[in-house]
């Protein structure tokens, strides 16, 4: 194997160095191998990484061929959705609850017809604490 000296070079020299081909996919086969790192063959070659990198993207098997990933915690439709639907369930909520109320006005209604008291105007003027009590009159 090469040491870092024997392809010391001036900065000059290593811009205007070029790989072959098979060199290139033969240092990617070994990273995909697990033979060596990127960080590896960066130091052994005086190589940067973001170059290997290209190579991997270029000659890799198992590398993503230049495709970007994008990760997003939760997207806008998918919370739209889930706000939807809480939308609807909190609508359907309201309903029975207008359902129940529409129920209890009625029966007072009717209990008002049957008994013939102000079943409304006596609850609303009755103190608290007169409610249950017994009083003789």
């Known amino acids: 194997m090469a040491t870092r000296q024997q392809f010391s070079q ?15 996919i033969k240092k990617v086969r070994e990273i995909e191998q697990k033979i060596t790192t990127i960080a590896q063959v960066s130091r052994q070659y005086e190589v940067r990484e973001y170059s290997i990198s290209r190579w991997l993207i270029k000659y890799g098997k198992n590398y993503m061929k230049g495709v ?13 959705a889930t706000l939807k639907a809480r939308v609807a369930d909190l609508e359907r909520i309201i309903g029975q609850k207008q359902v129940q109320l529409d129920f209890k006005e009625k029966m007072i209604e009717l209990a008002e017809e049957v008994y013939g008291v102000d079943i409304k105007k006596k609850f609303a003027s009755t103190p608290l604490s007169g409610i249950g009590s017994t009083e003789k009159t």
């Open 68 to 80: 970007k990933v994008i990760v997003e915690s939760e997207s806008d439709t998918g919370r739209i």
């Open 10 to 24: 001036s900065t000059e020299e290593r811009r205007r160095r070029t790989f072959s081909e098979e060199f290139k």
